[in-house]
């Protein structure tokens, strides 16, 4: 069973943002920011989708929790998608983690 965890990581404080460089020329290259005039985006929050290969509902949802739990992030949903898209919201939903309530299922 593939399971695919989809959460936000929100920047290290309320002020800071995550950087990155726009460049459609040279797309996928690491460019270090300050070496180079590319236009810098800024965002405060990165969205995340995450692989969780082989387990059953149950383990899913223990390594999810762990993940979210070893990230900034406070909640995250949980996808069955055997098809194994990084697209967001693909698969069918099975279950919602927040902090503090839990895991309610979908």
């Known amino acids: ?7 936000t990581i929100p920047a290290a404080s309320d002020d800071a943002e995550f950087e990155f ?8 290259t ?5 070496e180079t ?6 965002t405060p ?3 995340a989708r995450t692989g969780i290969i082989g387990a ?10 762990q993940l979210i739990a070893h990230s900034r992030a406070s909640e995250g949903s949980l996808y069955f998608d055997p098809s194994n898209s990084l697209q967001a919201g693909v698969g069918t939903l099975v279950a ?3 902090e503090g309530r839990g895991w309610q299922d979908a």
Do not use: Q, R
Request: aromatic share 10%; net charge negative; proline share 10%.
């Open 1 to 7: 069973m593939t399971y695919f965890l989809e959460y």
């Open 21 to 28: 460089p726009h460049d459609e020329i040279n797309a996928g």
């Open 30 to 34: 690491t460019i270090p920011l300050s």
């Open 37 to 42: 005039d590319a236009e810098i985006v800024h």
């Open 45 to 47: 929050e990165l969205p």
């Open 56 to 65: 059953t509902v149950p383990e899913a949802k223990l390594e999810a929790e």
């Open 96 to 98: 919602t983690f927040s």
